[in-house]
């Protein structure tokens, strides 16, 4: 079946560092890749998404490039702040078919000052 | 205004009991789904719909049951409440149009 596998939490790192958060999937067809994160207390809010192979994502920063032949879709930012302290959530849908979302267990960071 | 709004935000409530999580949206979109996040475990699907006569179950819909009252209301009822399922609960909605979905805040549900 559909699944994404994300890199193990949390994750902690000092402000102004380089960040990044592996992910790779298994799927059937052609999905739709997608960063999702949850600030404290809040829902999940959409940060970055990419739709075929060799699309990249950007967005607050932050960027992921859709590799088909490596089947994933790491999370980078070069530069990291305390304000993106979150948890971090890849997942796929499938464009054909029910659109559902399959998620990754997700990745807590902590960014230090 | 919030887009998607849930009631309760927080529910404390006692085996064996009824339970219903309230969804809704401002969005006008024609698709909503129930989802339940457990730490280390993601996010996991629990019901979907994609318009007021169209019901479909996910991935752990057992125990749980659904009622899409409008297409701007989507309801998770537990009929029976087991401590299991103590979890924060999420409601999304999405359209036909695009394969973006939009969250509510959440509601944190503890069975004792």
């Known amino acids: 079946g559909d699944s994404v596998t994300q890199m193990e939490g949390p994750v902690t790192l000092s402000e102004e560092a380089f960040l990044t958060i592996n992910c790779t999937y298994t799927?059937?067809?052609?999905?739709?890749l997608f960063w999702y994160v949850q600030y404290p207390g809040e829902g999940l809010q959409l940060l970055l998404k990419?739709?075929?192979?060799?699309d990249k994502g950007s967005n607050k920063g932050f960027e992921a490039t859709y590799r088909k032949e490596t089947t994933s879709f790491h999370l980078e930012k070069g530069s990291v702040q305390v304000s993106d302290s979150a948890v971090y959530f890849c997942?796929?849908?499938?464009?054909?078919?029910?659109?559902?979302?399959?998620f990754g267990q997700g990745t807590r960071l902590t960014i230090n000052p | 205004d919030a887009d998607v709004t849930q009631t309760p935000r927080n529910r404390i409530t006692k085996t064996g009991k009824r339970i219903m999580l309230e969804c809704s949206q401002t969005?006008?979109?024609?698709?909503m789904y129930w989802y339940r996040q457990d730490p280390g475990l993601g996010l996991r699907l629990i019901y979907y719909?994609?318009?007021?006569?169209?019901?479909n179950k996910g991935e752990i819909s057992d125990g749980y049951s659904v009622s899409r009252q409008a297409q701007a209301k989507f309801s998770l009822s537990l009929e029976s409440a087991i401590p299991n399922q103590t979890a924060l609960y999420f409601c999304?909605?999405?359209?036909?149009?695009?394969?973006?979905?939009?969250f509510g805040p959440g509601t944190r549900l503890t069975v004792l």
């Open positions: 719909s994609f318009d007021v006569k169209d019901i």
């Open positions: 969005k006008g979109h024609d698709r």
């Open positions: 999304a909605t999405g359209s036909s149009r695009t394969d973006t979905q939009y």
């Open positions: 990419a739709t075929k192979a060799d």
């Open positions: 799927a059937t067809g052609y999905p739709s």
């Open positions: 997942a796929l849908s499938l464009i054909q078919g029910a659109q559902k979302l399959v």
